[in-house]
């Protein structure tokens, strides 16, 4: 008898300390995007992405400040904000998705996993239903999710005048990677 | 006359293109080295932005001004870029102000939490997914 009860204690704390935390915090994810063309090659990156996991609900959210993004020229960061993205009228980026193969992901056990993402993407004040793959990665506590994809500009209604066409890549890269620290 | 619409012609192409290729290849703005539009503590900055975003925005993310802050050190992170994220408290659990230094600032020893300091850079808005927040980057330390 008392072996059972102190087995079943011991598996109370274990799975505590396992499924204990469920939601996971970013506050400094990178998400960056790249465009090459045999003119010019185009890369900003915005390391001030605010990002939210719910590994029990698999809710995941993220939040980019257009702003933010750094180009390697001022003339290329002066048009992403001004002409295309008109950060003034729609300072931000947000997603706000699921994790729809929640089952094959064990957040308590250190691994890579494969993960489909489901949900709205607003760029531009343009919301889009996407789904798109990605990779969970699980080592002692942390989690580091990454994706990339391809974003076609006039989907969100982004003009790209006819004498830039060729020097922008469409579809553009995106490359999301997010290390999450669970919420204390 | 002929010659004169010539030189004329020429000259207008040359200041074109020239125009063309000082914008192309003009720099960023170093907040680091250019004078500060604005000086507000960290909870003045909040305040304005939890308050009034649009307004708030116009005002210190709009044209790239330079925002001075100065502030409580609440914590002291990282980044994979090899920057460093000073987050300034608000006195209000909700909120803070987060900043990052440029990848060129010099982060001697002296910064801890709980220390005042203040940081000059870009004030790109506010984020509000997981507290409110409002972004600073390209930071520099000013004292």
Partial sequence: MKKIII???LLLTIS???FGQAKFLSRAGHIWFYSKTPVETIEAHNYQVASFLDVTKGTIAFEVLNKSFKFERALMEEHF????????????????GQITNLKDINFSKDGVYNAIIEGDLTIHGVTKHITQKGTIEVTKGKIVAKSKFGIKPEDYKIEIPALVKDKIANPLDVTVDITYSPMK | MKKYILIIG?????????????????????FAKSEADFSVTAQ???????????????????????????????????????????ILSVGNPDGDVCCTLTQEASVEGKLSAGKSIKLKGQCTGLQELIAKEVILIRCAIVQ
């Fill in chain 1, 81 to 96: 904000n001004e002409n295309y993205m008109e950060s003034e009228k729609f300072p931000k980026a947000t997603f706000k």
């Fill in chain 2, 44 to 86: 003045q900055l909040f305040t304005e932005f939890s308050k009034d975003e649009k307004n708030s925005s116009a005002k210190y993310v709009h044209n790239d001004k330079t925002v001075e802050i100065s502030g409580v050190i609440q914590s002291i992170s990282a980044n994979s870029d090899s920057t460093k994220t000073i």
């Fill in chain 2, 10 to 30: 020429i000259l207008a192409i040359v200041a074109g293109v020239g125009f063309g290729l000082m914008k192309y290849f003009k720099p960023t703005k170093d």
């Fill in chain 1, 16 to 18: 505590s300390v396992s």
């Fill in chain 1, 7 to 9: 087995a079943s204690l």
